[in-house]
């Protein structure tokens, strides 16, 4: 049974700085490229942060800069580190592993104060 629980989010001021990680069981993470995915409510869910299988990163334009995603296999983990948080980055952070074939987890609400 595959798993990915995510931890790390929570309410943080304008400016702050969060960390995000995704653990995984059920699959060895080192075969999978992984992503963080969020949808603030009313929008449309989006791609934040993919790492490849050879940690190749992909970031979208309104993070680039401050937020960094990596991962430690030997964990089993993957992080999203997010810094100078703003009010537009509020939403529900979820970890995705694959791309054709995919696992979800369930989220984590970051929520960012102005």
């Known amino acids: 049974q595959v798993q990915l629980v995510e931890s790390g989010g929570g309410l943080v001021q304008a400016g702050g700085s969060l960390r995000l990680s995704c653990a995984a069981s059920g699959i060895t993470i080192s075969r999978y490229s992984m992503a963080w995915y969020r949808q603030a409510p009313g929008k449309q869910r989006e791609l934040v942060a993919r790492i490849g299988t050879v940690s190749t990163t992909i970031y979208a334009n309104s993070v680039k800069g401050r937020f960094t995603i990596s991962r430690d296999n030997a964990k089993n983990t993957v992080y999203l580190q997010m810094n100078s948080l703003q009010p537009e980055d509020t939403a529900l952070y979820s970890c995705?592993?694959?791309?054709?074939?995919?696992?979800w987890g369930q989220g984590t609400q970051v929520t960012v104060s102005s």
């Open positions: 995705k592993a694959g791309i054709v074939e995919d696992f």
